[in-house]
Every structure is written in structure tokens, then in C-alpha cells.
T-cell receptor
Framework: DGGITQSPKYLFRKEGQNVTLSCEQNLNHDAMYWYRQDPGQGLRLIYY???????QKGDIAEGYSVSREKKESFPLTVTSAQKNPTAFYLC?????????????FGPGTRLTVL | GENVEQHPSTLSVQEGDSAVIKCTYS??????FPWYKQELGKRPQLIIDIRSNVGEKKDQRIAVTLNKTAKHFSLHITETQPEDSAVYFC????????????FGTGTRLKVLA
């Protein structure tokens, strides 16, 4: 888990602003993911990427955008089109191998819209 | 589409008793089944996982059982302790193809002292 970092830990956004959440991993993992978690709720997949320069929409991609220019980095932009972005955002990464498929999570970013 | 159902949504047990959480998956291609524990305000942490070629796996007080025919798997916690109180998520993923994990909706476990 220590190999995945997210910043900032807390983020405040005014309505109409775009904000970017950072996610970096030094685990040499191929795949990276973004999840949204609302209070008392489960994990909802926003976007995921299986390889550099490629990514797929998850279940709730509207109002969000991502890029995967480097294997280590998978930033998430929350755009002004996202109507209710206040939530806990979790980044994760995983590697496909014969011995493990475990997904590891970063510490999360808590986004609040003012 | 792909789906993982998780029950119960909340579970309260007395300290020392056992707790069982069950998940049912829809995609028969699923072959990897992890369980995560999430404490309040923290990230989910893997506590145990199982592959489809194994029916049961144990790690101290935690065990997971898998029934591929019925497409369900369960988490068993024995001799529960207050520090086991958390939200538990199950997930399913196929071993080939997509890297996408399908998560259950979570179970809030409360261990009463």
C-alpha cells in the first residue's frame, strides 16, 4: 500500500472549477483505477487504465476525465460538469501475474465543494 | 451485466462470536475473489483472497470459502474482536482479459464488547 500516493489529502473546490487529483505508484503495476466513495456507501468505478495511453470508462465517468501518459501516474480531473463531486476519491493499482492479482489502494483524497 | 451481491449490509455480533458475510457473483468467468476491510476514513486493505482452483483458504481467524457451482463465496471471521469492526467488501474478477474488479456493496460489521 505504501507504494501508492495520492495528493492532496483534502481538497476544496468552488462550484464551476475544475480540480485535478494526483495518483502515483512505484509498484510497477500495469493497471490503475479511480473509485468514488460517498459516505456510508460502496466503491464506484470512475475510470480504469490497463496500459499506458489507454483507459476505459467505469460506471460513473460523466463529469470526470483522466490521462495515462506514464505508467506511474493516473491523474483524475473533476470537471465543472460533475454535479455533485463531494466525496472520498480512492486510487488503486494492480498487476496481473500468475501469483497475484491484488488491487492496492492509495490513502484517498477527500473532495469538498464549497 | 456483471454484478456482485453482498449480504448482509450490516452485522452485529458479540465479541468472541463468529461472523459470516456472503457474496454472490454473476460472471461465471470470475476466477479471483478478494476481500477488503475498510476502517472509518481509511483506505480498503486486502485481508484475504482466493482463486477459483481452491475451495477454501484460511489465515488465522479469517477464512474464505468458494462454491463455483453456485457462484458464491463467503468470509468467515472467528473469535471476533472489537478491532474487527469495519466495513468489509468482497470483489470478483476474471483472471484473463479485463482488469476490472466488480465490488460488492459492503457489510458494516460491529463487534460488541
Amino acid at each position: 500500500d505504501g507504494g501508492i500516493t495520492q495528493s492532496p489529502k483534502y481538497l476544496f473546490r468552488k462550484e464551476g472549477q475544475n480540480v485535478t487529483l494526483s495518483c502515483e505508484q512505484n509498484l510497477n503495476h500495469d493497471a490503475m483505477y479511480w473509485y468514488r466513495q460517498d459516505p456510508g456507501q460502496g466503491l464506484r468505478l470512475i475510470y480504469y487504465s490497463q496500459i499506458v495511453n489507454d483507459f476505459q470508462k467505469g460506471d460513473i465517468a460523466e463529469g470526470y476525465s483522466v490521462s495515462r501518459e506514464k505508467k506511474e501516474s493516473f491523474p483524475l480531473t473533476v470537471t465543472s460538469a460533475q454535479k455533485n463531486p463531494t466525496a472520498f476519491y480512492l486510487c488503486a493499482s494492480s498487476i496481473r501475474s500468475s501469483s497475484t492479482d491484488t488491487q492496492y489502494f492509495g490513502p484517498g483524497t477527500r473532495l469538498t465543494v464549497l | 451485466g456483471e454484478n456482485v451481491e453482498q449480504h448482509p449490509s450490516t452485522l452485529s455480533v458479540q465479541e468472541g462470536d463468529s461472523a459470516v458475510i456472503k457474496c454472490t457473483y454473476s460472471d461465471s468467468a470470475s476466477n479471483y475473489f478478494p476481500w477488503y476491510k475498510q476502517e472509518l476514513g481509511k483506505r480498503p486493505q486486502l485481508i484475504i483472497d482466493i482463486r477459483s482452483n481452491v475451495g477454501e483458504k484460511k489465515d488465522q481467524r479469517i477464512a474464505v470459502t468458494l462454491n463455483k457451482t453456485a457462484k458464491h463465496f463467503s468470509l468467515h471471521i472467528t473469535e471476533t474482536q472489537p478491532e474487527d469492526s469495519a466495513v468489509y467488501f468482497c470483489a470478483a474478477m476474471p483472471l484473463s482479459g479485463t482488469y476490472k474488479y466488480i465490488f460488492g456493496t459492503g457489510t458494516r460489521l460491529k463487534v460488541l464488547a
